[in-house]
């Protein structure tokens, strides 16, 4: 069983802190992209799917029937079940919403809404076109449409953002009703507008206490809401946790289908081409689509397995961890967890290792202790 994910890279137009494989909608563009994909599709492994994720992008950017193809086509060829999680990123400032229902009988049964921000000057500093009476009409299409679970994505640390107005946002996405919570830290990446402002002007950018605060409200606020805080960004109410995401943080398998979609089957992590271009010739020509490759190394892989567990509420098991990858944990790493341990920022038992609420602020730290190959038992003093 596998994770599908099929990546849509077309938006109304481009945010300028978004650095995802993605491109202006241009009709005939989209055309010969989506020949393309479902190509691949049809010519992909055979792998079981247990979930399916239509990202972006903006799914939602292109005609109603181009996204029921997709997601027809990826179902049929995955054998994913009826009731599966199948999760359609949308965007409130795409149109019209008159297709989510094609999408749910479609068997779409989860929609992911691209919001950000419900205070007016932060989605124009964020340069999103919506504005919060959009995303109300955009939940209440999906809820109309039958969506078993709603979603919002908000980001905090954006500039000229307060506590006061990042506590409205939170208050307005829980007035909405909605099943689960993203929280994203603003990340400026290289190549965006985002990073050449922030040379230009960094005092307009938060600090990273600025920043903690604002994700302390975040818990603080969700988890009063009701919400189990499941993963370090991540906040759902019971039994609206996203799979296809929970499989991605217990280093299951998955399949990338489309322009720069990412995989792990077999041991083996790639990453198709984010040239679009290169995309659409490659399988045009009756060729795969470039994909760069890695295997990493079992210690690489188990530093990997390590830290994507630690994000989660659960945390690493000790025993089904040490089954799994053949090692003792404890043993390999037991500098890097009693160090962790005497700054409070894991806690350890016989059975688990997990971070502590401390450590969910400092996860990329902690993380980062366990990305370090261990010595070799033969090695140690």
């Known amino acids: 069983m596998a994770g599908i994910y099929v990546h849509l890279p077309f938006c109304p137009y481009i945010c300028p802190y978004c650095d995802f ?70 965007n409130p400032d795409a149109g019209s919403f008159a297709g989510f229902a094609q999408y749910v009988a479609a068997g779409a049964t989860r929609f992911s809404v691209g919001v950000q921000s419900f205070d007016e000057g932060e989605l124009r500093t964020l340069g999103r076109r919506h504005s919060p009476r959009d995303v109300a009409t955009c939940v209440a299409a999906a809820r109309s449409a039958g969506a078993r679970s709603v979603n919002v994505d908000l980001i905090f640390a954006v500039p000229g953002q307060t506590q006061a107005s990042w506590r409205r946002t939170l208050e307005s996405a829980l007035a909405l009703g909605v099943d689960h919570v993203s929280c994203y830290g603003l990340t400026v990446e290289e190549g965006t507008p985002y990073a050449q402002w922030q040379r230009r002007e960094p005092s307009a950018f938060l600090d990273d206490a600025a920043e903690a605060q604002l994700y ?10 009701g919400f189990e805080h499941y993963e370090i960004s991540n906040f759902a109410r019971p039994g609206h946790r996203c799979t296809h995401n929970w499989n991605y943080w217990q280093n299951g398998e998955y399949l990338g289908l489309g322009v720069g979609a990412a995989s792990y089957l077999a041991g083996e992590r790639s990453v198709a081409t984010k040239s679009l271009e290169a995309y659409c010739g490659a399988i045009e020509a009756g060729e795969p689509a470039p994909r760069e490759r890695e295997r990493l190394s079992p210690e690489a892989a188990v530093g990997e397995a390590i830290m994507l567990l630690l994000r989660t509420a659960e945390g690493l098991e000790v025993g089904p961890f040490n089954h799994r990858y053949g090692v003792d944990i404890v043993q390999s790493y037991r500098p890097a967890i009693s160090r962790l341990e005497a700054a409070g920022l894991i806690e350890t038992s016989d059975r688990r290792i997990a971070l502590t609420p401390r450590g969910r602020f400092l996860a990329n730290d902690v993380c980062a202790e366990f990305l370090t190959v261990p010595a070799r038992a033969e090695d140690r003093p």
């Open 21 to 90: 494989a993605k491109w202006p909608y241009r009709r005939t563009q989209a055309r010969r992209y989506l020949r393309a994909l479902l190509q691949e599709v049809a010519a992909a492994p055979a792998v079981r799917g247990s979930t399916l994720f239509l990202g972006g992008g903006t799914p939602n950017t292109l005609p109603v029937e181009d996204v029921v193809a997709v997601l027809s086509a990826a179902r049929a060829r995955f054998a994913i079940a009826d009731g599966a999680e199948i999760s359609v990123e949308v």
């Open 216 to 225: 302390a409200a975040a818990i603080e606020c969700l988890e009063h809401a």
